[in-house]
């Protein structure tokens, strides 16, 4: 049956696949059994309850933000870093999509999804204002920028087109991401240049 991590990996991966078709109320321990090939008492025996479960695929979610933190090397070009980071984010964002919708459909009437799913944002800001104030010492941003600010509407733009990307990917509703990449990061990153005197 493999390693206990085996399972566990294999128990979160349906845990998220559900999540995304099924949303928190509607994952239920039978449907995660079937979809894991475990039993129910497997799921119990690993997990506690579904709150756990959360827990533990969002803690995978967060190592995964700080590996990208830690192997993010800044090319000393603010347009470049910031298209590199929003490319990765794209990919953050479609390879955990169940999270970030879940936080977005039923949140508001499970405190415990939203008190779990907060975290990603959360750590995601605290990585990239760390970032942010790495290129404002280096000389690629302008010293006087407002580094809270600025990754906070960095956040918004990247998540807004994010979440209306998953949302409605047949609706026209946000930008490809070519598109995205080339216009609006950039616009938004010339902005954090240093002025020429």
Request: aromatic content about 10%; glycine content about 6%.
């Amino acid at each position: 049956m493999g390693t206990k991590q085996e399972t566990d990996q294999r128990i979160l991966l349906a845990f998220s696949e559900l999540l995304l078709k099924y949303g928190y109320r509607g994952t239920t321990t039978r449907k995660l059994a079937t979809r894991a090939g475990v039993n129910e008492s497997t799921i119990f025996r690993h997990f506690q309850d579904k709150r756990h479960l959360l827990e533990q695929l969002i803690t995978g979610y967060l190592a995964d933000i700080d590996r990208i933190g830690e192997v993010f090397q800044m090319s000393g070009d603010v347009v470049f870093d910031l298209q590199r980071i929003a490319e990765l984010y794209i990919d953050f964002v479609r390879q955990h999509q169940s999270i970030f919708l879940l936080d977005l459909r039923e949140s508001y009437q499970f405190a415990e999804v939203r008190r779990i799913a907060e975290k990603l944002p959360l750590r995601l800001r605290e990585s990239l204002t760390g970032t942010f104030h790495k290129m404002v010492a280096s000389g690629e941003m302008a010293a006087d920028v407002n580094v809270s600010q600025e990754v906070d509407n960095f956040i918004l733009i990247n998540f807004g087109n994010a979440v209306f990307r998953s949302l409605y990917p047949h609706g026209g509703i946000g930008i490809v991401r070519r598109q995205f990449l080339r216009e609006n990061v950039r616009t938004f990153a010339q902005h954090l240049r240093p002025r020429e005197i």
